[in-house]
């Protein structure tokens, strides 16, 4: 019988064996895990275990090109880590070379351990030609990304990943080494506007609409915002675009959480030109929720969110088209989006907002945030390895 939640005390110590997640058993194990690696950390959120399960084991459109295993690390009959590998045909045609990804890492304190979960997620890799692993993703690119390095004594916000402090130096130990930092900053919404930003958003008063999103028209709206990031993003290190599945189902799923002013879509000359989504920030309503959502979960959520409220929330997704980034439009555009989104954030009792995740090296989003109040929060960092 697998045993996820049994004390990690053991006067002798099997040796560390690895098996392929297949049945029922081996599923609930693997997501029951977390909470015994985070019992003693108060500011681990448990996540939401209907849309984790669903995300790794179930109809995820993420699946219709990408490829995922899943691994427990066992002493005996005691859980002991996680991990799952991805090898995604999108990912690898749109950057074109033979990359793998691992994600969903969460192990107790011991190289062992460690040095078995990778090894079987970079066996597995290998066996279907990937030449370098990244990660972690969890499970992709325009999902959870990203370990933790820096703000462990602070919960994470909604589709944030937390960590343990040893991460980081256990997989080092391996070989893995950075590929990319991300940084995470908290801003006050009721911010004071740069006068530079201001005259500028003048001057193009009369050329740009700023709205917001279009509940009866949600399947236009959602097929402009894809268009959008897959256009504003393009450039950005490791971009995979969103599938048209992929972003209606993200977007249904927002949209039946967040009010309309969330999200904010600058039009041009009528031409939609930059955009904004804000989420109320989930794990603040759902953090005593233990990540169960039955039998009384869901109403105490929904409640929390559309009636109480929340006073943070978070910004995931955030562009402006290429054709605008090089020019002064470029920053603008970015300003009366933020100024857009974050009015409506103010109305509703809002007072801390998390921008991120960002490249380390996009210092024109940053000079813009920083221009506005925002401050780095967190680091996370996407690690790599050749095979």
């Not at 995820?60 to 005691?78: I, K």
């Not at 045909?89 to 033979?98: I, K």
Request: charged share 25%.
């Amino acid at each position: 019988m697998i045993d996820a939640n049994a004390p990690f005390a053991m006067t002798d110590t099997p040796p560390v064996r690895i098996s392929t997640v297949c049945s029922r058993a081996a599923r609930r194990a693997f997501l029951d895990l977390p909470k015994r690696i985070y019992r003693d950390d108060p500011h681990w959120i448990a996540p939401l275990r209907f849309e984790e399960r669903q995300r790794v084991f179930g109809h995820n459109p993420l699946f219709a090109h990408a490829e995922v295993r899943a691994w427990l690390a066992m002493r005996g009959d005691l859980v002991v880590g996680r991990i799952t590998a991805q090898v995604d045909a999108l990912q690898q045609r749109t950057l074109g070379e033979a990359l793998g990804m691992f994600g969903m890492l969460e192990a107790e304190d011991d190289g062992e351990v460690f040095a078995a979960l990778s090894a079987a997620a970079e066996h597995w890799l290998r066996d279907r030609g990937c030449t370098r692993v990244q990660g972690p993703f969890s499970l992709s690119i325009n999902e959870e990304v990203g370990l933790l390095t820096e703000g462990f004594a602070a919960p994470p916000f909604v589709m944030m990943g937390h960590g343990r402090r040893y991460y980081p130096p256990r997989l080092e130990a391996l070989g893995y080494r950075a590929a990319q930092e991300l940084l995470t900053y908290t801003i006050r919404p009721d911010f004071v506007a740069p006068a530079v930003m201001t005259r500028l958003a003048e001057r193009v008063a009369g050329q740009v609409r700023i709205r917001p999103l279009r509940r009866k028209n949600l399947d236009d709206d959602l097929e402009i915002l894809r268009d959008l990031f897959n256009d504003a993003w393009a450039n950005n290190w490791g971009f995979v675009p969103f599938t048209e599945a992929e972003f209606r189902a993200l977007g249904r799923t927002l949209a039946a959480l967040i009010p309309d002013e969330y999200v904010q879509i600058a039009e041009l000359d009528g031409q939609p030109a930059a955009f904004i989504v804000a989420l109320p920030n989930v794990n603040e309503a759902a953090r005593d929720l233990g990540g169960r959502l039955l039998p009384w979960g869901w109403a105490k959520l929904l409640w929390r969110l559309k009636v109480r409220g929340v006073h943070s929330a978070r910004v995931p997704l955030m562009g402006v088209r290429r054709g605008y980034q090089q020019s002064r439009l470029g920053p603008t555009l970015a300003f009366l989006v933020i100024d857009a989104v974050r009015q409506g954030l103010s109305r509703r009792g809002v007072d801390s907002v998390e921008m991120g995740w960002i490249l380390e090296g996009n210092s024109g989003m940053r000079n813009i945030i920083e221009a506005i109040g925002g401050a780095v929060y967190k680091r996370y960092r996407i690690y790599q390895k050749e095979l």
